[in-house]
């Protein structure tokens, strides 16, 4: 077990240019989830899947925002015409069922 | 929708001391309560889960209280350690799956 897995760690991109994050989660975990932080603040929830369907979708994922979990394994989050206001850190977590959720490293979005 | 509070904000003690963080939310039915520790620019580790069945979860040093008929979890860390310094974040699942998560706590012990 090698916990989750974020990629990239960092990733400077200039206002306008799209960005995707991928994730990995623990490999028996069914429930992938995506939340955004920004400083000073807890996470803030932004979507989660069961297996490849994606079950909720947070008011703060904008159209510009769409993340997928193809065959429900790993899941890629991409922003589209990126702004100021995207950068934050982008943390997923994955669970077993109504288990204890498990946190990746993050991706730092900065958005120059 | 679930608001959860946390506080102090931020906490410093003395090497050795033990440490008391507070978490509060507004609605009482929930799934479970995390408590997880961020280290700065870093992702979460999670510390201890507490099921709503149960009152109260022990690992270590640290021991977590559940009151979910009040909507309130305090986490113990006993005999605190410089390496205790981190962000202290709570978080509560509701039936949605989803966490709410509060604003931390920020501990520095002092060497």
């Known amino acids: 077990d090698t916990g989750v897995s974020q990629d990239p760690r960092h990733k400077i991109t200039k206002r306008g240019q799209n960005v995707t994050f991928r994730c990995d989660p623990i490999?028996?975990?069914?429930?992938l989830y995506w939340y955004r932080q920004t400083l000073g603040q807890g996470p803030e929830f932004l979507t989660y899947?069961?297996?490849?369907?994606?079950?909720?979708k947070s008011r703060l994922l904008s159209d510009r925002f769409s993340a997928e979990r193809p065959k429900g394994s790993f899941s890629t989050l991409e922003i589209q015409r990126t702004e100021q206001g995207d950068s934050a850190m982008y943390l997923c977590?994955?669970?077993?069922?109504?288990?204890?959720?498990?946190f990746g490293p993050g991706t730092r979005l900065l958005v120059l | 929708k679930q608001e959860v509070t946390q506080i102090p904000a931020a906490l410093s003690v003395p090497e050795g001391e033990n440490l008391v963080l507070n978490c509060s939310f507004t609605d009482s039915a929930i799934y479970n309560l995390q408590w997880f520790r961020q280290d700065p620019g870093k992702g979460l580790t999670s510390l201890l889960l507490?099921?709503?069945?149960?009152r109260e979860q022990t690992s270590g040093r640290l021991n977590a209280s559940l009151d979910k008929s009040s909507g309130r979890s305090t986490l113990y860390i006993a005999a605190s350690q410089p390496g205790d310094s981190a962000t202290y974040l709570c978080a509560v699942r509701g039936d949605d799956y989803k966490l709410s998560f509060g604003a931390g706590t920020t501990v520095t012990v002092r060497a």
């Open positions: 899947f069961q297996n490849e369907a994606q079950l909720e």
């Open positions: 977590a994955s669970s077993l069922g109504g288990r204890g959720q498990y």
């Open positions: 507490i099921q709503s069945s149960q």
């Open positions: 490999s028996e975990h069914n429930r």
